[in-house]
T-cell receptor, first 113, second 119 residues
Framework: AQSVTQLDSHVSVSEGTPVLLRCNYS??????LFWYVQHPNKGLQLLLK??????LVKGINGFEAEFKKSETSFHLTKPSAHMSDAAEYFC???????????FGSGTRLSIRP | GAVVSQHPSWVICKSGTSVKIECRSL??????MFWYRQFPKQSLMLMAT?????????EQGVEKDKFLINHASLTLSTLTVTSAHPEDSSFYIC???????????????FGPGTRLTVL
């Protein structure tokens, strides 16, 4: 069975400081992992994805995530937060043998001026 | 990147009426489309999975007679909320998948969502 846990429901950082959004997953088979961002009343935009290639994945808007199998983690980072990064972020896992994807509960990122 | 559209972006209707929401993949063929429901400040809840030309597979607890899904072509899926009631008010999001490759299931691309308000 697959599952995904986002460890923080809300993260607040100052503009210009690093961002860390944590995600742990559980999967019986080789997982594909994704991070999506959702701005208020908008759909989801794909930030980045891991599909068994390089463990460090670079995405859009300066975000990146590192797949760590030993820690079953896929944390999202950004070196310097921007006001426009304020949004809801979802970590998503999908197994190679399943058509379903499982969403994390989401992390709301707030940026302080 | 792949683009998915939804129409309408928002709709207000009276209780008892039916509402149809369209989901289109604009620049790729989607063998599989998904319908999600999202309550305020919550994550997405998968309602059903539809494959082109076959019946949708509904998640446990989702009434298939209330939420009718049609996936008539590789670029269009529709969700019809029949006899809508205020408790059906929600944000409905569709996604479309390009297809599986050796790397695993294809990436899902999401539509912008449809805000349904039932009075």
């Amino acid at each position: 069975a697959q599952s995904v846990t986002q460890l923080d429901s809300h993260v607040s950082v100052s503009e210009g400081t690093p961002v860390l959004l944590r995600c742990n997953y559980s999967s019986s088979y080789s997982p594909s992992l994704f991070w999506y961002v959702q701005h208020p009343n908008k759909g989801l935009q794909l930030l980045l994805k891991y599909t068994s290639a390089a463990t460090l994945v670079k995405g859009i808007n300066g975000f990146e995530a590192e797949f760590k199998k030993s820690e079953t983690s896929f944390h999202l980072t950004k070196p310097s937060a921007h006001m426009s990064d304020a949004a809801e972020y979802f970590c998503v896992v999908s197994e190679s043998r399943s058509s379903k994807i499982i969403f994390g509960s989401g992390t709301r990122l707030s940026i302080r001026p | 990147g792949a683009v998915v559209s939804q129409h309408p972006s928002w709709v207000i209707c009276k209780s008892g009426t039916s509402v149809k929401i369209e989901c289109r993949s604009l620049d790729f063929q989607a063998t599989t489309m998904f319908w999600y429901r999202q309550f305020p400040k919550q994550s997405l809840m998968l309602m059903a999975t539809s494959n082109e030309g076959s019946k949708a597979t509904y998640e446990q607890g989702v009434e298939k007679d209330k939420f009718l899904i049609n996936h008539a072509s590789l670029t269009l899926s529709t969700l019809t909320v029949t006899s809508a009631h205020p408790e059906d008010s929600s944000f409905y999001i569709c996604s479309a998948r390009q297809g599986s490759g050796r790397a695993g299931p294809g990436t899902q691309y999401f539509g912008p969502g449809t805000r349904l308000t039932v009075l």
